[in-house]
C-alpha cells in the first residue's frame, strides 16, 4: 500500500517494486502518489482525468462529501474524499468500482501481479472509520487470512539533519566540537586570559629566600654552594692577611683559628662540592654561612678593641 510516495525517484527502487508486482505481488496505490514524468502511468495503463470546465464552489464542496460506489457485482461501497477526478483506462479491469459516471477505483493484471489505483486516500488517520473503507480496504488489497500488509510512506521521512543524526551520530558530534573550538579561539576577547598580577614590590628577605629556593632546586644547589664559598672567602681575605696566597689545607686552618670551627669539615664544606643530599647541602651551606659570620664578626671585634 503506496501512500505520499514518489514514483519517479530512485530507479532502482523503483524497478524493485515493478519487479515484484510482476512476480507477483499485490500493489495499491491512492490518490497521493506523485508521478510527474507517468512512468507509473504508463507502467500500469492506469491514469488519473480531471474536468474540463471550472467547476462551481457548491460542486466542489460536494464533490468531496463521500460517494455510494458500485462493483460490477452490484455491491456497493461508501466511499469518502474523492474529488472532481476519475481514472481511466485502456486495459482490461479485474475490479473496479464506479459512480454514477466514471471509475473511481480500478484492478489491472500487471505480470504475474496486480497494480489497484484508488481515487482518494482512504487508509490514512482516521479516514480509515469514514464510510465503508474498511471493506474497501479488503477489497482493493484483496485481503485473505494470513496476509501481510507493508503499508510505505514518505510523507513522515525523517529530514537530513536527522538522518545524519541516526547514522552519524558519532562523526557529527566531533565536528560540532572542533567547529566549537576554532569559534572560541577565533573569537573576539573582551579581556586577559589571566588576571594581571599585583605590581608590587617585594621585600630584600622575599628575593634573597627566592633566589636561594631556586638555586637550590636547580643544578643540585651547586651555583648555591658557589655563592657561600665565595662569601667566606671574601670575608676571610679582609680578616686573614695573605689569604689569598695560602694552599686549601692552610685556609682551612687559618679559618678554624678565626672562627672556631673543625678544620675538617671546613676543608670538606669548601673544596668537595660534589652531589649532595638535600640534607647534606643544608648542613654544608649552613656551616659556610656561620663560618663567614663568625669571621666577620671577628673582624668587627678586632676594629673596635683596636680602637
Not at 464510510?131 to 494470513?146: K, P, S, Y
Not at 551520530?169 to 572560541?184: E, K, Q, R, Y
Amino acid at each position: 500500500m503506496l501512500s505520499w510516495w514518489h514514483w519517479s525517484v530512485g530507479r532502482t527502487r523503483r524497478a524493485a517494486l515493478q519487479q515484484w508486482v510482476e512476480s507477483g505481488g499485490r500493489l495499491v496505490v491512492d490518490n497521493l502518489l506523485v508521478d510527474p514524468a507517468d512512468e507509473f502511468v504508463q507502467w500500469s495503463g492506469i491514469d488519473h482525468t480531471y474536468p474540463q470546465e471550472e467547476q462551481s464552489k457548491d460542486n466542489v464542496e460536494r464533490a468531496w462529501e463521500c460517494r455510494q460506489l458500485q462493483d460490477d457485482g452490484g455491491d456497493a461501497l461508501a466511499v469518502c474524499d474523492i474529488g472532481l477526478s476519475w481514472l481511466e483506462t485502456k486495459r482490461d479491469v479485474e475490479w473496479v468500482l464506479r459512480d454514477k459516471m466514471h471509475i473511481q477505483a480500478a484492478r489491472v493484471r500487471v505480470g504475474r501481479g496486480s497494480v489497484t489505483v484508488i481515487n482518494s486516500s482512504p487508509f490514512r488517520n482516521r479516514s480509515l472509520f469514514d464510510g465503508d473503507h474498511g471493506r474497501l480496504f479488503v477489497a482493493a488489497t484483496q485481503f485473505h487470512r494470513g496476509d501481510e500488509v507493508h503499508f510505505m510512506s514518505e510523507d513522515d521521512y525523517p529530514g537530513l539533519l536527522t538522518l545524519m543524526w541516526r547514522r552519524g551520530a558519532p562523526a557529527v558530534a566531533i565536528g560540532l566540537v572542533i567547529v566549537g573550538f576554532l569559534l572560541w579561539r577565533g573569537a573576539k576577547r573582551f579581556g586577559p586570559l589571566a588576571p594581571a598580577l599585583i605590581a608590587a614590590r617585594r621585600s630584600l628577605a622575599d628575593q634573597i629566600r627566592g633566589s636561594g629556593r631556586f638555586a637550590l632546586h636547580y643544578g643540585d644547589g651547586r651555583s648555591l654552594h658557589a655563592a657561600c664559598v665565595r662569601a667566606l672567602e671574601e670575608a676571610a681575605r679582609r680578616r686573614i692577611s695573605g689569604y689569598a696566597s695560602l694552599e686549601p689545607d692552610e685556609r682551612a686552618a687559618a679559618l678554624a683559628r678565626v672562627t672556631g670551627f673543625d678544620r675538617v669539615s671546613l676543608s670538606a664544606a669548601i673544596y668537595h662540592p660534589g652531589r649532595r643530599t638535600s640534607g647534606e647541602l643544608h648542613r654544608t651551606i649552613a656551616l659556610l654561612e656561620a663560618a663567614r659570620r663568625e669571621t666577620l664578626k671577628r673582624r668587627r671585634n678586632s676594629h673596635d678593641g683596636s680602637r
